[in-house]
């Protein structure tokens, strides 16, 4: 990520938090819906982190991504981990990786699980890079 700022410093990115950055853990239900049209599993949203890792059902969509005003599906992979990033990543990197929106739509016929890590430094006041 340093590189591609072009920054001098590869371990830009690692230095920045604080040592007193948390990870905390999330871990989410979506039941059934009988009505997914009128119901969202999290409404849109970005995350405040400085990067989410997601572990999703393999046998589930309903992560969804806006870009350019269209929700597009998020594909899942089995086995693979998604990471959102945050965003402080997107304000540390002046842009340059932005925050998506994203939100979880409902299903009628299957539940879901995720689990979520979010790696966050609420103490420190972020800063762009320079
Ligand atoms: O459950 C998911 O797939 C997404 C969760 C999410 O966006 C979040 O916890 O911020
Ligand atoms: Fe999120």
Redesign the pocket.
């Known amino acids: 990520m340093a590189t591609l700022l072009e920054l001098n410093h590869d371990d830009y990115f690692v230095d920045q938090p604080g040592e007193k950055a948390e990870t905390n853990v ?1 871990c ?1 239900y ?1 039941p059934q819906c009988p009505r997914p049209e009128l119901v969202f ?2 409404k849109p ?1 970005c ?1 405040g982190t400085i990067l ?1 890792i ?1 572990m ?1 059902d393999d046998n589930v969509g ?2 969804q991504v806006l870009r350019d005003g269209v929700w597009w599906d998020v594909p899942t992979i089995p086995r693979t981990l ?1 990471v ?1 990033i945050g965003d402080q990543t997107e304000i540390l990197s002046n842009g340059f990786f932005t925050s998506p929106v ?3 739509v409902t299903n009628a016929k299957k539940e ?1 699980l ?1 689990v ?1 890590l ?1 790696y966050v430094d609420h103490e420190r006041e972020i800063e762009p890079s320079p």
């Open positions: 999330r989410s979506y599993g999290l949203h995350d989410t997601l999703v309903g992560l998604l959102i994203h939100r979880v879901r995720s979520a979010d």
